[in-house]
């Protein structure tokens, strides 16, 4: 079973920038879609981004234009790219496989805060 390890999340002020990565242990990305996910505090999980083995990637409006997913096949290691944070944005960030996500991870917090 491939592990996925997510990281990179951090405290920053509203405006700032982020990179999550999300290192797998074998080489998935050509094979199947890849997601990140949120989950707020009291709140459901939900998909911020998505790419499918063909590269068709897909956004949650609310992070449009703000945030870009990524993958470096060679790395195994797929990238969440956040512009432009807003408090909003807090929450714990996941990589999972999309659209069938399987068992979760720790995640990676992430906290938008002055």
């Known amino acids: 079973q491939v592990q996925l390890v997510e990281s990179g999340g951090a405290l920053v002020q509203p405006g700032g920038s982020l990179r999550l990565s999300c290192a797998a242990s074998?080489?998935?990305?050509?094979?199947?879609?890849m997601g990140w996910y949120r989950q707020a505090p009291e709140k459901e999980r939900e998909l911020v981004a998505s790419i499918n083995s063909n590269g068709y990637i897909n956004y949650a409006d609310s992070v449009k234009g703000r945030f870009s997913i990524s993958t470096d096949n060679a790395k195994s290691t797929m990238y969440l790219q956040m512009n432009s944070l807003k408090p909003e944005d807090t929450a714990v960030y996941y990589c999972?496989?999309?659209?069938?996500?399987?068992?979760w991870g720790q995640g990676t917090q992430v906290t938008v805060s002055s």
């Open positions: 074998g080489s998935i990305f050509r094979l199947v879609g």
């Open positions: 999972n496989y999309y659209p069938n996500f399987r068992s």
